[in-house]
Antibody
Framework: QVQLVQTGAEVKKPGASVKVSCKAS????????MHWVRQAPGQGLEWMGR????????NYAQKFQGRVTMTRDTSISTVYMDLSRVRSDDTATYYC?????????????????WGQGTLVAVSS | SYVLTQPPSVSVAPGKTARITCGGD??????VHWYQQRPGQAPVVVIY???DRPSGIPERFSGSNSGNTATLTISRVEAGDEADYYC???????????FGGGTKLTVL
């Protein structure tokens, strides 16, 4: 079955970088966009951006431009989300979620499935 | 940027019908997806493309979308439906995904 498995929880100091991985199984990674969504404690869902695992092309939310980098390693069916210069308000659970086929023109499909989430805690 | 507005909370008695709204400018012209998120779990899609239901989601879940409001309807509500619900659309003008603020459904 289609499954996304993320790395475990991380604790980082302010100003550091954090890299979260998301390993896909049950389908071809390069066939579908992968999105990253975060959720601060007790808060709602916030879209961070997406990567086309086939081309490596990315599209980031304005809020994260300059701090986030999404990459992939197709040989191990894994995508990565790297967030730099983290602050206390970056403390959140970070999810990867599969989106549309990379072949469609409109990116309006739902996210399914989601990874289990990775808690990133930023504290001095 | 495109904004989706949801009520923070909705309460309903067991067996009754819950309606959760998602407001946005001409949202009827967009495809709306709904997610259920139980505490400590990842979101799960319960309605996609306005009104389609994934396999495994009970028929009690339905969706509609018109004008400036999309609605998730849960009929014959059960205690297990208690969760946070989020609407989501793709904003073609920015090529960004947008989530509503979420609605906490409480089963009385």
């Amino acid at each position: 079955q289609v499954q996304l498995v993320q790395t475990g929880a991380e604790v980082k100091k302010p100003g550091a970088s954090v890299k979260v991985s998301c390993k896909a199984s049950g389908y071809t990674l390069t066939g579908y966009y992968m999105h990253w969504v975060r959720q601060a404690p007790g808060q709602g869902l916030e879209w961070m951006g997406r990567i086309n695992p086939n081309s490596g092309g990315t599209n980031y939310a304005q809020k994260f431009q300059g701090r986030v980098t999404m990459t992939r390693d197709t040989s191990i069916s894994t995508v990565y989300m790297d967030l730099s210069r983290v602050r206390s308000d970056d403390t959140a659970t970070y999810y990867c979620a599969r989106g549309d086929s990379v072949l469609v023109l409109a990116a309006d499909n739902s996210f399914d499935p989601w990874g289990q989430g990775t808690l990133v805690a930023v504290s001095s | 940027s495109y904004v989706l507005t949801q009520p923070p909370s909705v309460s309903v008695a067991p067996g009754k019908t819950a309606r959760i709204t998602c407001g946005g400018d001409n949202i009827g012209g967009k495809s709306v997806h709904w997610y259920q998120q139980r505490p400590g779990q990842a979101p799960v899609v319960v309605i996609y493309f306005d009104s389609d239901r994934p396999s495994g989601i009970p028929e009690r879940f339905s969706g509609s979308n018109s004008g400036n409001t999309a609605t998730l309807t849960i009929s014959r509500v059960e205690a297990g439906d208690e969760a946070d619900y989020y609407c989501q659309v793709w904003d073609s003008s920015s090529d960004h995904q947008v989530f509503g603020g979420g609605t906490k459904l409480t089963v009385l």
